[in-house]
């Protein structure tokens, strides 16, 4: 004889089994009716179109249609991770996902690349490059307003990315990135900060190879070197500001040099 615990043991396991098999009927019923369910419309989302305008919708449909318009035919035979792919062909894309609803609207979702700056190399190239160190033509749809770098760099738009290469390092023996690595992180910390990224309008790197930040205001240079202890010279610049430019004129100087630990050191304009 069953007692109650074993007919409530057989009830649960009764209930998942059929929970089970209805849930693969469902799934039969949802896949065949995905191979006769026909694309009736496309909806493209550009997550982040207030804040860059690389992209615009109809870019985007020409890539989906790329091998014949996609309205009409059936969901089931469309191949959504090419159709990203389409998408993901566009260098100012970041993301892109591509799915259909029960209805047969087609979805299409992407995200923009995030400029950080634009690089001018000695070659006369100009390129973004993105909050990843992905390297991003220009647009003639759209300039962010990015901290510009330009001077002594010698990276090409072909390189794709932020390399991996290092220099020989720091005075600590710390190895530092290529120049372009260095140009990359300071314009990320600038970026980062209301005051520097209000205040800065270019980097330009000099024959030594060491970077030199202009400001907007005032007509003097700041030179950072490279990236060691960043965070503290730029803490330190900002400190000068408040503390001393403020009292002897900010045209008094034309180079400030924030190298060496824990100085702040003036050269007056002849």
């Known amino acids: 004889m069953i007692n109650r615990a074993q007919a409530i043991r057989i009830l649960y396991i009764t209930g998942v089994i059929l929970s089970g098999a209805a849930f693969l009927v469902l799934l039969g019923f949802v896949g065949s009716r995905q191979h006769t ?27 989906i249609n790329a091998k014949g318009k996609i309205i009409g035919k059936p969901v089931g035979g469309l191949d959504f991770t090419l159709l990203e792919k389409r998408i993901l062909s ?8 591509v799915y259909s609803a029960i209805d047969g609207t087609l979805h299409a979702e992407l995200e923009q690349r995030h400029p950080v700056v634009r690089v001018i190399n000695v070659y006369d190239e100009q390129f973004y490059i993105d909050s990843e160190g992905v390297f991003m033509p220009v647009s ?3 300039t962010p307003p990015v901290v510009v770098a330009n001077g002594h760099l010698f990276n090409r738009f072909s390189e794709g990315k932020i390399g991996y290469n290092f220099t020989l390092g720091d005075s600590a023996g710390t190895p530092l990135p290529r120049t372009i690595g260095q140009i990359f992180t300071t314009a990320l910390a600038l970026e980062a900060d209301t005051f520097w990224s209000a205040n800065t309008e270019q980097l330009y790197v000099n024959e030594n190879q060491e970077m030199e930040l202009i400001p907007r205001l005032g007509q003097h240079r700041i030179l950072l070197g490279d990236t060691t202890d960043l965070r503290d010279k730029l803490d330190r610049m900002r400190t000068f500001y408040l503390q001393g430019l403020n009292n002897t004129g900010w045209d008094k100087y034309e180079l400030i040099n924030l190298k060496y630990k824990n100085q702040v050191v003036c050269t007056k304009r002849n």
């Open 90 to 97: 566009n260098p100012w894309v970041r993301t892109a996902e």
């Open 140 to 142: 003639d749809r759209h």
């Open 37 to 63: 369910l026909l694309v009736k419309s496309v909806v493209v989302n550009i997550v982040d179109q207030d804040a860059h305008d690389f992209v615009d919708r109809n870019e985007v449909l020409s890539r």
